[in-house]
């Protein structure tokens, strides 16, 4: 058996690169991984711009109350430029995101100044902000807007449009192939005979990928049969999956024909996790680079392996430079039971307060308990020597909402 932090660095000494790029349209971008580093092809802003509703002028012509003032002798709006040459004692109205004129140095904004007729009065003298973004205060022409590896989310996107850009260069998404084993398995909504359950994991596995930069070619089913099963996963690698993600048929039962068939191929890296839930996860290699993720078959287990290993694993194929996981502390608001000797991620709650976090852990940790599952919102992570714990007990989650 090894440890998670122990297979984690496994999966990442032994999973390959992304080889293959692609340039993809702003609108096709979102959650892709950038293999470039895209460059600003102008200033943002690209011409100094007002930040305010105001007058645009030079802050030293523009005395205290009680002088003058400056004449308004035209208007600035955002897209339509004043373009004449500004004669001195006067300003022009402006509007926010309007050019500022060359011949001005600030804006007044319009709640510091009173006008009367094509006069403006400033209430105060103009000290400090001057309320002019300048051109590329925002980002200068040539400045990179990212690096390889960076998963793109909205705002890099607004930031690329912005900055001139309609297409970034992207790495190919890595193709996942999904298989359901097991003689007892019906597809969802079909009618159960006696003896058999409903797929769980062909409806939650891909909703799970459908957050990760992976095109998903499909989902297969085989028999716990070593003749039917190496016939599908043939039809997998046929369908060009640089990935392969199998649940079920990885534990020591006479059924489990996947792991043995592994073991055989010369395919398998380790097949056994000091973890709860998921102690039978496989994980090898197929045909040299095609990464096998075997995951237990009870849905449970399923999902938190997923989680743990192999959703970082295929955003590392996909090219992305992973972010640490968010782990958080709370406070356990009741005790919990666990067996010292494995790690163990519980299913639970948690909840903010004026105290911070107060975690909660449900009863019944079963993993085929697909109900608590749905209604956990994070999963606490209790060390491998830990035992029970009491109410009080300081505790590592994981959010999972
Ligand atoms: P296995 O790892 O194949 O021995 O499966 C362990 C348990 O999970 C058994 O109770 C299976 O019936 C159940 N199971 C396996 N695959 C699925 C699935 N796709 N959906 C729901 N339950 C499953
Ligand atoms: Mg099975």
């Known amino acids: 058996m090894i440890e998670l932090d122990d297979a984690w660095a496994q999966l990442e000494a032994t999973l390959p690169t992304p080889q ?20 600003a092809t102008h200033a943002v802003p690209p ?24 004449a308004v002798v035209g208007t600035a709006w955002a897209g339509q430029p004043w373009n004449d040459a500004l004669p001195p004692g006067s300003c022009i109205r402006i509007f926010t995101g ?13 709640e510091e100044c009173r006008r009367e007729g094509d006069r403006i009065f400033a209430e105060e003298p103009l000290q400090g902000e001057r309320y002019v973004r300048p051109a590329g ?14 998963a793109l ?40 005979a006696w003896g ?27 028999r716990d049969d070593t003749a039917a099963l190496e016939r599908t996963l043939g039809e997998m690698l046929e369908a060009g999956a640089d990935a392969l993600i199998s649940t079920g048929g990885v534990s020591v039962g006479d059924a489990d024909v996947l792991r043995p068939w592994l073991e055989q191929q010369g395919a398998l890296t380790f097949h056994r996790l000091a973890l709860k839930p998921g102690r039978p996860f496989s994980y090898g290699m197929l045909q040299g680079q095609r990464a096998f993720f075997g995951l237990p078959g009870n ?13 970082p694993a295929l955003r590392v194929l996909a090219g992305e430079t992973l972010a640490p996981t968010l782990r958080l502390q709370g406070t356990l608001a009741k005790a919990l039971k666990k067996t010292p000797g494995r790690r163990d991620f519980q299913r639970g709650i948690f909840m903010a307060t ?27 992570d209790l060390p491998l020597p830990e035992g029970d714990l009491p109410a009080g007990a300081e505790v590592t989650f994981l959010p999972l909402a």
Do not use: K
């Open 20 to 39: 293959t790029e692609e340039r993809l349209p702003l609108s096709a971008a979102l959650g892709r991984i950038l293999s470039e580093s895209p460059r």
């Open 98 to 110: 309007a050019p500022v004129p060359p011949s001005c140095d600030s804006v007044l904004p319009r």
């Open 299 to 311: 849905p449970v287990s399923a999902f938190a392996t997923f989680h743990l290993l192999v959703a």
């Open 196 to 222: 058999q359950i409903h797929d769980a994991s062909q409806a939650l596995l891909p909703a799970a990928l459908a957050a990760l930069p992976v095109e998903v070619l499909g989902c297969w089913h085989s």
């Open 47 to 70: 011409f100094p711009a007002s930040a305010m509703d105001g007058y645009a002028c030079r802050a030293a012509e523009l005395g205290a109350l009680g002088n003058g003032g400056l």
């Open 137 to 150: 205060g925002d980002v200068a022409e040539g400045q990179p807007l990212g690096q390889p590896g960076l």
């Open 153 to 192: 989310h909205a705002r890099h996107l607004g930031l690329f449009a912005a900055a001139g850009l309609d297409a970034v260069r992207c790495w190919r998404r890595p193709r996942v192939a999904l298989l359901s084993t097991g003689d007892e398995l019906a597809a969802p909504g079909a009618p159960l």
């Open 354 to 380: 004026a105290q911070g976090f107060s975690v909660e852990a449900f009863d019944a940790q079963d993993s085929h308990l697909l109900s608590g599952l749905a209604e956990a919102n994070c999963l606490l």
